[in-house]
Nanobody, 116 residues
Framework: QALLVESGGGVVQPGGSLRLSCAAS????????MSWYRQAPGKERELVAT????????NYADSVRGRFIISRDNAKKTVALQMNNVEDADTAVYYC?????????WGQGTQVSVSS
């Protein structure tokens, strides 16, 4: 059974940094396209960042490009999202997502709150 478990969420001040991590199990992690999504209160879920299976192709939403960094460790079956210079608009539940062909797996989400 495919499983994704996020960790690292919490409260961070504007301009601060936070690192999210996602641990994968139950599927072939090294061939999966891994992504981070987020959903703010009252808004639709949106794509934040995507990373291909070998980790050399990354895409970011315009709103986070230059501030967030997605990375993966295929040996440890983890994917991370380094969040730098966070803004109030980054407050959301962040979800880890895996895609292999047409199969999709979601994590349970981790809350990130930006507040002074």
């Amino acid at each position: 059974q495919a499983l994704l478990v996020e960790s690292g969420g919490g409260v961070v001040q504007p301009g601060g940094s936070l690192r999210l991590s996602c641990a994968a199990s139950g599927f072939m992690f090294n061939v999966a396209i891994m992504s981070w999504y987020r959903q703010a209160p009252g808004k639709e879920r949106e794509l934040v960042a995507t990373l291909n299976s070998v980790g050399n192709r990354k895409n970011y939403a315009d709103s986070v490009r230059g501030r967030f960094i997605i990375s993966r460790d295929n040996a440890k079956k983890t994917v991370a999202l380094q969040m730098n210079n966070v803004e109030d608009a980054d407050t959301a539940v962040y979800y880890c997502h895996a895609t292999i062909d047409t199969a999709n797996t979601w994590g349970q989400g981790t809350q990130v709150s930006v507040s002074s």
